[in-house]
């Protein structure tokens, strides 16, 4: 299903915790970008959506009004959200290989998964924040 620019959908957005009902927001699809404005919420000049999806020089951004009562948003560029700055789980391990059977990580591996042939999960490596190197 394709939304044309113009529609502008209505739901319930139900609360994450159980028994607490929801609120009504309004998806709009503009040809600035995606509006969303949840029942009671606007911005600094006006009754327009405090929440705005929209493309700019090739990136998405997140557009926000967090207060009504300021009157600049806050964006958040999410370039750093692309598959392209994805790293590869092969690129954290030493030649590229498990750290446990040495069988070469496949290049699709991710994070959270396990080795094939041990069970090893890959986990980020992150530096240790005791000055020494990991596993020392
Ligand atoms: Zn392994």
Redesign the pocket.
């Known amino acids: 299903m394709k939304i044309e620019i113009g529609t502008v959908l209505e739901f319930d957005l139900p609360d994450v915790m159980e028994g607490k009902g929801s609120t009504p927001v309004k998806l709009i699809f503009g040809k600035d970008g995606i509006s969303i404005q949840p029942k009671g919420m606007a911005v600094y000049d006006g009754d327009y959506a405090p929440i705005l999806i929209e493309k700019q020089d090739d990136t998405i951004r997140l557009v926000y009004w967090g207060d009504i009562n300021q009157q600049e948003p806050e964006i958040l560029d999410m370039s750093g959200a692309l598959e392209s700055s994805r790293h590869l789980v092969k690129d954290d391990y030493e030649d590229g290989?498990?750290?446990?059977?040495?069988?070469p990580?496949p290049d699709d591996a991710m994070y959270g998964e396990?080795?094939?042939?041990?069970?090893?999960v890959w986990n980020p490596v992150a530096p240790c924040d005791d000055g020494r190197g990991p596993g020392e």
């Open positions: 290989v498990c750290g446990d059977c040495q069988e990580i396990a080795c094939v042939n041990c069970g090893h």
